[in-house]
């Protein structure tokens, strides 16, 4: 016996789910607009890239080079030319391995922890200001969306700060 036809009612609503992407496309460029924000507010010297290396070495902890690289997504030169810029304004420190000297670990400084703690802490304020304009019954249907929507892609609801940004540093994902 073949399956049956799905009936119109049992298809997703193709208008409905138009409608909900074209929100959450828009969604997604205010939320992108407020991370470049927030990196040229605290720092205006630093890009996004750095800030993103910067992000990573906070959440991984020290790592090599080519590590890094893989992380971020760009090829081994051009991670070091970024380390190059993160070491000379001191957001960034080469430390020698100490099982094998030859090995170069970056490590973030107190001065790049900083820079990543205080991006967190505008794009917190900045997404409060924004959620502070949405009338107190919607939040919590915000919430369960938005939550629903992290759940379809994998993400935890209850992460912490660091695993939410290394999610983001990781080439914008949350595998």
């Not at 190059?84 to 420190?93: M, S």
């Not at 000297?101 to 802490?121: K, P, S």
């Not at 409060?128 to 892609?153: E, T």
């Amino acid at each position: 016996m073949a399956p049956a036809a799905a009936t119109p009612k049992s298809r997703p609503d193709a208008a409905d789910l138009d409608r909900v992407s074209e929100a959450v496309l828009q969604a997604s460029r205010v939320l992108v607009g407020v991370a470049t924000r927030s990196v040229s507010a605290v720092d205006p010297d630093v890009t996004l890239p750095q800030y993103r290396a910067l992000a990573v070495l906070r959440a991984d902890g020290p790592q090599n080079l080519g590590a890094l690289a893989e992380s971020l997504g760009i090829h081994s030169s051009s991670a070091t030319r970024l380390c190059d810029r993160l070491v000379a304004r001191g957001l960034v420190e080469r430390h020698a391995g100490t099982v094998d000297r030859r090995a170069i670990n970056l490590v973030l400084t107190r001065r790049g922890q900083r820079i990543v703690e205080r991006v967190m802490e505008w794009r917190r304020g900045e997404i409060r200001r924004i959620v502070g304009r949405i009338p107190a019954k919607q939040r919590r249907s915000l919430v369960d969306a938005l939550a629903h929507f992290n759940a379809a892609v994998g993400a935890t609801r209850d992460g912490d700060d660091e695993a939410r940004e290394q999610a983001w540093t990781h080439g914008w994902s949350t595998d």
